[in-house]
């Protein structure tokens, strides 16, 4: 009978062992109308901006040019991959269609899971709101992205200056414009499972295990707020 408690206790402890390794981001503290502190932008305007009373962070589209980077890219770069950082800085130019912001809280994503919320505000080319995962030194990413033009949600891998399709979900989703909306993924392995709402959507085995850097992503002239960035990172 005096093993139950230390049982539960063990329990416990490994319960709060688990939770303390999910980093929820919010921008709460946040200054608006100036770059995020928790995110590294590589391409794109990403700024903190106000959804009622909260801060959010804003991809805005409404200043993209073709083939821009952001500001200060060399420096962001040098302090995200050191010496490395030339070579990151060549792959993400040829991909300036794409605006990126990459998380600083976690050099190494592996397995787990990451969510973010979004908003779709406008854009007349895209509205496109991803998760940023695999981020290799040389620039080279995986994206698991929903597309409100397409109503769909796709994985497309970035590799070496080309942009390939991977994998887009069985079923279509229309999100209205001004509604909040969760996209989560989960890596086990070569395992990838992708969410919208909390429904599977997509669902493809990896050609290697990932390892690398997070953060969001977004295309062309959309226009996306996002909030609550959250990476629970688990044990191989």
């Known amino acids: 009978m005096r093993e139950r408690p230390l049982v539960l206790l063990a329990l416990l402890c ?8 999910t980093k929820k981001v919010t921008f709460a503290g946040e200054t608006p109308g100036h770059e995020p502190k928790s995110f590294a932008p590589m391409v794109g305007s ?21 083939g821009q980077p952001a500001g200060g890219l060399a ?14 800085i060549e792959s993400v130019k040829a991909f300036a269609y794409f605006p990126i912001a990459v998380y600083k809280g976690l050099d190494d994503f592996e397995n787990g899971d990451v969510s973010v919320r979004f908003q779709m505000v406008g854009g007349a080319l895209d509205r496109c709101a991803g998760i940023l995962f695999n981020v290799k030194p040389n620039g080279d990413y995986l994206t698991v992205r929903y597309n409100g033009t397409e109503d769909n949600v796709v994985l497309w891998t970035f590799n070496k200056g080309v942009r390939k399709f991977v994998k887009r979900a069985p079923d279509l989703a229309a999100l209205e414009l001004g509604t909040w909306h969760t996209l989560k993924i989960s890596v086990h392995g070569t395992a990838l499972t992708g969410y919208l709402d909390d429904k599977l959507m997509l669902e493809y085995t990896l ?12 295309k062309t002239d959309s226009m996306i707020e996002f909030d609550d960035f959250t990476v629970t990172p688990t044990a191989k």
């Open 46 to 66: 990403w700024v903190i901006s106000k959804d009622g009373p909260r801060n959010v962070l804003f991809i805005d589209g409404r200043v993209w040019k073709r």
């Open 14 to 21: 490994l319960a709060g062992t688990l939770s303390a390794q």
């Open 75 to 88: 420096d962001k770069a040098r302090a995200l991959y050191g010496a490395r950082n030339e070579e990151f």
């Open 207 to 218: 050609p290697e295990p990932v390892s690398g850097m997070i953060g969001v992503w977004s």
